[in-house]
């Protein structure tokens, strides 16, 4: 804004995977829908997913009004990426899937992440959206 105040434009939501904290992933992208932002999030299970465990971190994606990146057009409302594989599951922080860097590359998108604060992995996708 003008002032140079800090903004918020995100943030976690009771009864969902997203809602103990929410924080960026990769660097947004520019799409023709609008400013694509992958989010992690955790779960705080007496008050989000009851089907995730508590403290779960899942990745979630926001798009914004490209004409006024601080508006919100849409947030999906299940996450799109959470722990579903052993090396996510157990580790230094368990129930982890912490997303980091994303690439496009011959037609695929890249996406990685860390798991269970242990490994860095990478999940390939020829969709960026979900």
Known sequence: NDTGDWLKV????KDNFDSDLVEPG???ILTKN???????SRNRLAEGDQSLPDGTYSA????????NPTQLILRSEDY????DK???FTGQVNNVCFVEGLCH???????YYGT???????AVSSQLLN
């Open 105 to 111: 590359y011959k037609d695929q998108w890249f996406l």
């Open 80 to 83: 799109f990426f959470t722990p």
């Open 60 to 67: 979630g994606q926001a798009l914004f009004d490209p004409q």
């Open 10 to 13: 995100l943030s976690p939501r």
């Open 26 to 28: 990769p660097p947004a």
């Open 116 to 122: 269970a604060d242990s490994k860095i992995a990478v």
């Open 86 to 88: 052993p090396y996510e």
């Open 34 to 40: 609008g400013i694509l932002l992958i989010y992690n």
